[in-house]
């Protein structure tokens, strides 16, 4: 699923094993917010490449949400190879996928995604600025994990078996790493994670109360409330 120097669970099956769907049931909301940053750029890409692709869907939702008139082509990337068995299904005329590191062909990209990839990466300094140069423009979501709900439910510890997520991020040490790493902002916006939570009465309740605490102090939730992330738009 990830970059070589992350944990061998998503080439040995063992992430599958946990997360059988591979979050597909995420994608159609992760592309309509990925087709918002897209609109931050100064044209509309015709090439996209989306690194640690998993299952591929959030691509064919992209194939499918862009206009119809688009002819934007997508290359999806995973060491994985259970995630790239799952994303065939989903390969097109204008979408395919690769087995591998993205650094494994020297195709360069207009845009390059990096959806809920880096807090996977044991060195993410070493992998932002490896990927640097395979695109014009970058589109980060970053889980916003350091807050204090996770800190008192010990979602750090839950999110890290079952997800693997070796690092957690403020909105303020996730840009700064970006910025160290060499890349410059265009634009950033919250994204709101917990919408994807399964409808029942408890998720109804927490939703609510999640919207409730964002709207009265949209900032400061980022530090009191879990579910939510930062979608970055930057250029290297």
């Known amino acids: 699923m990830k970059h070589p120097t992350s944990s061998p669970l998503y ?10 769907t591979w979050h597909v049931e995420d994608s159609p909301w992760k592309a309509a917010q990925i087709l918002r940053a897209l609109s931050l750029l100064p044209r509309p890409p015709r090439t996209i490449c989306d690194i640690g692709c998993g299952a591929g869907e959030i691509l ?22 259970q995630a790239i068995a799952l994303a065939r299904s989903r390969e ?70 079952l997800y693997g997520h070796l690092h957690q991020f403020t909105r303020d040490t996730a840009l700064e790493a970006l910025q160290e790493s060499g890349y410059s902002m265009i634009g950033e916006f919250y994204t709101h ?29 980022t530090k009191l409330i879990n579910g939510l992330h930062v979608m970055v738009v930057a250029h290297s």
Request: charged share 30%.
């Open 11 to 20: 080439v040995d099956g063992e992430y599958l094993q946990k997360n059988p």
């Open 60 to 81: 064919r939702q992209l194939e499918l949400q862009m206009p119809p008139e688009s002819t934007t082509e997508f290359v999806g990337y995973d060491i994985s190879p």
């Open 92 to 161: 097109s005329l204008r979408t395919r996928f690769v087995q591998g590191d993205a650094k494994s062909d020297e195709q360069h990209f207009d845009v390059l995604l990096c959806i809920d990839v880096f807090e996977h990466i044991e060195d993410y300094f070493q992998f932002l600025r490896s990927i640097r140069s395979k695109a014009d423009y970058f589109v980060f979501h970053i889980p916003l994990e350091l807050n204090c709900e996770s800190l008192l439910r010990n979602f750090l510890i839950e999110n890290r078996g």
């Open 193 to 221: 994670g917990y919408e994807c939570m399964p409808d029942n009465f408890h998720s109804r309740i927490t939703k609510r109360v999640r919207r409730t605490i964002f709207r009265a102090l949209p900032r400061v939730s």
